[in-house]
């Protein structure tokens, strides 16, 4: 079976700084994808990064970047620059290559100090 | 955000009555999904379409039935839910299932706003 922790149920950066969630997985999978969402307060749920695991290259979108270790079966998310808007839960999720299911975790809310 | 739209976006129902949830996505995918979202729990997968067909029922009780009557919309019909059946329903879509030289981002999911359902 596929699990995923995360084991900080809360965080909080001071604005402009940088913050990482982490996220670790466990999957016996060869071939699988890795995301984190992040879900603000009572807005809906929207992809921030995705990562494939057959790449070795730590995927990057402005922001938000990651720190795969395939080996290590971690997945974490550094947020640069922090902004208000980055307030929000946020959830890392565990799919497998060709299948629809993903496994979330149970996510880290994250705050932003003015 | 658009691309997922659910209806109602909150629900009050007694334990005896009967209602649905709607999905619609705007997206051309394949794929359609609801999850339960519970305080402090993982999502929670319910039901899986794949082209119409139900190809994932994660043990749900009988009192929630899917339809998916196309691609763009799916439903789920509730009768005789329980207190601890509230939660926020979240709908999301997806290209489906990995096809040879499909599209980049198909296992990709794109959530709707959920429903956030209470029952009394």
């Known amino acids: 079976a596929q699990t995923v922790t995360q084991s900080q149920p809360e965080m909080s950066v001071q604005e402009a700084e940088t913050v990482t969630l982490s996220c670790t997985y466990d999957t016996s999978e060869s071939d699988y994808y890795l995301f984190w969402y992040k879900q603000p307060p009572s807005r809906q749920m929207i992809l921030v990064i995705r990562q494939e695991a057959y790449k070795q290259q730590n995927a990057t979108e402005n922001r938000f970047s990651v720190n795969f270790q395939k080996a290590a079966k971690s997945f974490s998310l550094k947020i640069s620059d922090s902004q208000l808007g980055d307030a929000a839960m946020y959830f890392c999720a565990l799919g497998d290559f060709g299948n629809e299911k993903l496994t979330f975790g149970t996510g880290t809310r994250l705050t932003i100090i003015p | 955000e658009t691309g997922v739209t659910q209806t109602p976006r909150h629900l009050v129902m007694g334990m005896t009555n009967k209602k649905s949830l709607k999905c619609e996505q705007h997206?051309?995918?394949?794929?359609m999904y609801w999850y339960k979202q519970s305080a402090k729990k993982p999502l929670e997968l319910m039901f899986v379409y794949n082209f119409k067909e139900q190809t994932e029922n994660n043990s749900v009780p009988s009192r929630f039935s899917p339809e998916c009557p196309n691609s763009s919309h799916l439903f789920l019909h509730l009768h005789t839910l329980q207190p601890e059946d509230s939660a926020l329903y979240l709908c999301?879509?997806?290209?489906?299932?990995?096809?040879?030289?499909?599209?980049?981002?198909?296992?990709?999911?794109?959530f709707g706003p959920g429903t956030r359902l209470t029952v009394l």
């Open positions: 997206l051309g995918h394949n794929a």
């Open positions: 999301a879509s997806s290209h489906g299932r990995v096809l040879a030289g499909g599209p980049k981002d198909t296992d990709t999911q794109y």
